[in-house]
């Protein structure tokens, strides 16, 4: 489905609206509940806005993901043209809005447990499953895949060679901003 007949499917259908928020649902659950609390800053703008939330904690990852999906929208628009983006800007919009909502309303400031092998099964379960369920419905989160369709147009690379290579640089930035344990994904135990 081309992404400029988006809105229009999504409006004309009830379920599949609800659906989406559903998956944008899960996926911020993932983000709010395991990633950010545990710094799995795996890749896209969620990655991205955990980094910089950990050198700025005044803002929170909710607003850096708003800020930073606003500005790669406007980089899409000029980029990829305006149908590209009908449904991108509600997805990663209220994707933006559904972290933000979870970190006022249910604030955490350590992970739910001790057991960060656990936790990174949940960070990465969650998003996943929430992001299937949006991309079967014709629809994108925003972010870095707006970086791959880009690339993918002006290059030779495909977008997912892209999408693994900008997840790539944002892991080896959490690497360096936490830890080589966190830009692996999770706290490998020391040996004495």
Same mark, same amino acid.
């Given at each position: @489905? #081309? =992404? /400029?007949?988006? @809105?229009?499917?999504?409006?004309?259908?009830?379920?599949?609206? @609800?659906?989406? $928020?559903?998956?944008?649902? &899960?996926?911020?659950?993932g983000v709010h509940f395991f990633k950010a609390p545990n710094h799995f800053a795996i890749g896209g703008t969620t990655g991205v806005s955990i980094i910089l939330s950990s050198f700025? *904690? !005044?803002? $929170?990852?909710?607003?850096?993901?708003?800020? &930073?999906?606003?500005?790669?929208?406007? %980089?899409?628009?000029?980029?990829?043209? #305006?149908?590209?983006?009908?449904?991108?800007?509600?997805?990663? @919009?209220?994707?933006?809005?559904? &972290?933000?909502?979870?970190?006022?309303?249910? *604030?955490? !400031?350590?992970?739910?447990?001790?057991?960060?092998?656990?936790?990174?099964?949940?960070?990465?379960?969650?998003? +996943? %499953?929430?992001?299937?369920?949006?991309? $079967?419905?014709? +629809?994108?989160?925003?972010?870095?895949?707006? %970086? +791959?369709?880009?690339?993918?147009? =002006?290059?030779?690379?495909?977008? /997912? #060679?892209?999408?693994?290579?900008?997840?790539? &640089?944002?892991?080896?930035?959490? /690497?360096?901003?936490?830890?080589?344990?966190?830009?692996?994904?999770? $706290?490998? *135990?020391?040996?004495?």
């Amino acid at each position: @489905m #081309k =992404r /400029g007949l988006f @809105m229009k499917h999504i409006l004309a259908s009830k379920k599949d609206f @609800m659906l989406i $928020n559903l998956g944008l649902l &899960i996926v911020a659950v993932g983000v709010h509940f395991f990633k950010a609390p545990n710094h799995f800053a795996i890749g896209g703008t969620t990655g991205v806005s955990i980094i910089l939330s950990s050198f700025f *904690p !005044t803002l $929170n990852v909710g607003t850096f993901m708003f800020i &930073i999906n606003a500005l790669l929208i406007i %980089v899409g628009f000029i980029f990829l043209g #305006k149908n590209f983006t009908v449904g991108t800007i509600y997805s990663s @919009m209220a994707l933006s809005l559904f &972290i933000w909502l979870l970190e006022v309303l249910v *604030p955490v !400031t350590q992970p739910l447990t001790d057991d960060k092998f656990l936790e990174l099964c949940f960070a990465v379960i969650l998003p +996943a %499953v929430g992001s299937g369920i949006v991309f $079967n419905l014709g +629809a994108s989160t925003g972010g870095t895949d707006i %970086v +791959a369709m880009i690339l993918s147009k =002006r290059t030779s690379l495909e977008i /997912g #060679k892209a999408l693994l290579l900008s997840d790539f &640089i944002i892991t080896i930035a959490a /690497g360096l901003t936490y830890s080589a344990a966190s830009g692996l994904g999770f $706290n490998i *135990p020391t040996v004495l």
